[in-house]
């Protein structure tokens, strides 16, 4: 079965095709500018000549015509027609409470979807356009939605909810769901596995440290807490976004400053994180090379970043009475050696020792980086939530499609 997998934002749209009776990726690529006369379109057909073009694409209907145009192309395709192209998988970043797994698109769960756009403002609308793109352009072909919450509906009460009043949650959903949950459920499976152990054995944090940042406490296979919250702004220090502040901060700066809520939402997700501290750059490369170079700035916020990471794998080892193993993936994760050595030389008391020279070595392979004797493993696990999306297509389409 041929599967091509979406992540649909605003003004972009990334895609992957997969064959699944491999799993192999036949196709890449994405649409960036969506609305602009200067769209920028990127196809890495597997075994053939990358393309980038410019031009006009003004909705993601055309940007996705455009990716099929590219797929079934007589010279750069990887397929004879997109009629070979049996289901799409989307990511949809927020399910609330309505998704606990991933389901096949009807009428219902488009609704649902709509209704969650409070939630989700930046990303459910443009998930729905990536959604409604797919239904102009292959009319017919089934769609399934796999959400970044999904994995985190397992959290108990106590953990999802917030300390205020509890008519905020009854009328308004104002709670704590988590994201990067597709990314927590793969990388915890793949250190089970790498472990050799049952998952429901295990307890796990996963830390999934990219641009956006995000731990989770996973215990016996199941996610009991996560360092996002209503919004991707909560828990850990990112590129651009604070993570966790007082909230007393956002009246009392709003006022001294006169800023707005849009300006101080903005102040938040976009200036805040390693780029304000570091007053250099939001990428980890840059600010750990600056402070190589002996930036004290950057030091400051490397010194920051790791030592809130660090608190939370504590507190998650509070969360489950004990860790057998820490879990690093994304792009800092899986390729900022400094960081991960800084965070494990401080976690020493839970009995944990870093293989320095594991550390150190580069590898795309899921890997361990402690020592034989460590009480606390610690394995590098490169995330993959395209795979995971379209597996999950995949696996409801099969359950859907009995064989007659
Ligand atoms: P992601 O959001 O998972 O794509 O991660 C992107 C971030 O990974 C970038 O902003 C970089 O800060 C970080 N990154 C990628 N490669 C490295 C590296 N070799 N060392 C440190 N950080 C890296």
Avoid at 74 to 91: N, T, Y
């Amino acid at each position: 079965m041929i599967v091509l997998v979406i992540n649909a934002g605003s003004s972009s749209l990334k895609f992957q095709l997969y064959n699944m009776e491999n799993e192999a990726v036949l196709a890449k690529g994405k649409v960036e500018r969506i609305g602009m006369d200067s769209a920028i379109l990127t196809y890495e057909p597997e075994g053939k000549q990358d393309i980038r073009e410019v031009r006009e694409i003004l909705e993601h209907t055309t940007a996705i015509r455009r990716v099929l145009d590219m797929l079934a192309h007589p010279e750069f395709g990887v397929l004879k027609s997109v009629r070979d192209i049996q289901a799409v998988g989307h990511r949809v970043v927020h399910g609330g409470e309505s998704f606990s797994s991933s389901v096949l698109v009807d009428d219902r769960v488009k609704q649902e979807i709509k209704r969650l756009f409070d939630l989700a403002p930046l990303h459910n609308p443009a998930h729905m356009l990536g959604i409604q793109a797919v239904e102009t352009n292959m009319p017919g072909v089934p769609q399934a939605v796999v959400f970044d919450t999904a994995f985190h509906q397992t959290m108990p009460s106590a953990a999802y909810l917030y300390p205020i009043p509890m008519v905020l949650y009854k009328k308004h959903k104002i709670r704590r769901y988590g994201f990067h949950g597709t990314s927590h459920a793969y990388v915890s499976e793949r250190a089970a596995a790498y472990l050799g152990r049952p998952i429901e054995e295990l307890k796990l944090v996963t830390c999934h440290i990219g641009n956006g940042a995000s731990c989770a406490a996973v215990l016996h296979g199941k996610s009991v807490d996560t360092s996002m919250g209503m919004t991707p702004l909560e828990g850990l220090m990112m590129g651009t976004r604070s993570g966790d502040i007082d909230p007393a901060i956002v009246p009392f700066a709003m006022s001294k400053e006169e800023l707005t809520l849009s300006e101080v939402n903005s102040m938040l997700n976009k200036h805040s994180g390693l780029m304000a501290i570091s007053g250099i750059s939001s990428d980890m490369r840059e600010v750990t090379q600056a402070m190589q170079d002996g930036d004290k700035n950057a030091a400051l916020a490397f010194e920051m970043y790791e030592y809130r990471l660090r608190k939370c794998i504590g507190a998650y080892a509070a969360a489950m009475n004990g860790i057998d193993a820490i879990v690093f993936t994304a792009g800092v994760g899986e390729n900022s050696a400094a960081l991960r050595a800084a965070v494990c030389r401080n976690l020493t008391f839970l009995g944990l020792r870093l293989d320095e020279e594991a550390n150190a070595r580069r590898s795309q392979e899921d890997r361990m980086i402690s020592t034989a004797d460590s009480r606390v493993q610690v394995l590098v696990v490169p995330t993959n939530e395209e795979l995971v999306i379209a597996r999950d297509t995949y696996e409801l389409i099969l359950h859907s499609n009995p064989v007659q």
